[in-house]
């Protein structure tokens, strides 16, 4: 399912927007992500104290992956506007299906 979401910029691990938020559903990723906004996007794994795993992916302004699958041990995925951008970021991407 193609889901939009606007992430709060400035943006920071403390605001990071929760866009997988079930470890099973974590390990299918999510496909497509695309960055429609204007302010580059972070989209990372985190355990389950919140921090992050590396392998975290960017996308800038109008770039597109084909599709982003957390490492190991990831507990939900989220997604987060750059600290140094005051615009808009978007990000679309299609939703793991349960």
């Known amino acids: 399912m193609r ?3 606007e992430l709060p910029c400035p943006g920071s691990l403390a ?5 997988v938020a079930t ?5 299918y990723g999510v496909g497509n992500p695309a960055n429609t906004g204007d302010c580059s996007i972070s ?3 985190v355990d389950a104290s919140g921090r992050p795993i590396s ?14 699958v ?19 970021a978007v990000l679309e991407f299609d939703a ?3």
């Open 3 to 5: 889901q939009s979401i």
């Open 15 to 19: 605001n990071a927007t929760t866009i």
């Open 23 to 27: 470890d099973w559903q974590s390990a």
């Open 43 to 45: 989209i990372a794994g």
């Open 55 to 68: 392998g975290n992916v960017t996308l800038a302004p109008g770039e597109r992956v084909a599709t982003f």
């Open 70 to 88: 957390p490492p190991a041990g990831t507990q939900r995925i989220v997604a987060a506007c750059f600290e140094d951008c005051n615009g808009r």
């Open 96 to 98: 793991p299906v349960a």
